[in-house]
T-cell receptor
Framework: DAKTTQPPSMDCAEGRAANLPCNHS???????VYWYRQIHSQGPQYIIH???NNETNEMASLIITEDRKSSTLILPHATLRDTAVYYC?????????????FGKGITLSVRP | NAGVTQTPKFQVLKTGQSMTLQCAQD?????MYWYRQDPGMGLRLIYY???????DKGEVPNGYNVSRLNKREFSLRLESAAPSQTSVYFC???????????????FGPGTRLLVL
């Protein structure tokens, strides 16, 4: 699976958009980009995933560059409850034996 | 739906003691996973089970055993606990979808283990 690179931390003001970057320059054509987050002391939570098109759901938007070497997770109106570690994961779809590899992620701090 | 449940929430062991961490899911998922998370680190996969009756090693399996008791339950056993196994343990199950390639895992609340 392709390796991902995320800055260690960032912050944003409550109510503003939080744009979390991820580099995955060695991504292959059949690898998906997944985002999870982990709020302090809780289990990770799935947010969104995509292959090459931009995706949006009730939690966030995922913007993938045309060359697919990087992506950005957007939380449109960050709240204090969005303070968490966000993990960008790239992996091949491999059916029942598929596994996730978590790096250190990016710590997002939302300030009042 | 309770989702993924784990017991116990907290446990303190002495070196050499054994214990079993329990995990259950009520979402009818085939695949289940055990991860550990050390301070300041991401999650590392210990073992996983793609279906009832099958188990496979992950990244850090040494010192652990697992049992996929049935489709709902996946337990993790420490036969002789060591201080290096002090960690937070998360169980997860994977959603089954018409699009089989979807890698969406649902995680339990974790078990915090301290080995003295």
């Amino acid at each position: 699976d392709a390796k991902t690179t995320q800055p260690p931390s960032m912050d944003c003001a409550e109510g503003r958009a939080a744009n979390l970057p991820c580099n995955h320059s060695t991504i292959s054509g059949n690898e998906y980009v997944y985002w999870y987050r982990q709020i302090h002391s809780q289990g990770p939570q799935y947010i969104i995933h995509g292959l090459k098109n931009n995706e949006t759901n009730e939690m966030a938007s995922l913007i993938i560059t045309e060359d697919r070497k990087s992506s950005t997770l957007i939380l449109p109106h960050a709240t204090l409850r969005d303070t968490a570690v966000y993990y960008c994961i790239v992996r091949v779809a491999s059916g029942a034996n598929s596994k996730l590899t978590f790096g250190k992620g990016i710590t997002l701090s939302v300030r009042p | 739906n309770a989702g993924v449940t784990q017991t116990p929430k907290f446990q303190v062991l002495k070196t050499g003691q054994s214990m079993t961490l329990q995990c259950a899911q009520d979402m009818n998922h085939n695949s289940m996973y055990w991860y550990r998370q050390d301070p300041g680190m991401g999650l590392r996969l210990i073992y996983y089970s793609a279906s009832e009756g099958t188990t496979d090693k992950g990244e850090v399996p040494n010192g652990y055993n697992v049992s996929r008791l049935n489709k709902r339950e996946f337990s993790l056993r420490l036969e002789s606990a060591a201080p290096s196994q002090t960690s937070v343990y998360f169980c997860a199950s994977r959603v089954e979808d018409r699009a089989w390639y979807q890698e969406t895992q649902y995680f339990g609340p974790g078990t915090r283990l301290l080995v003295l």
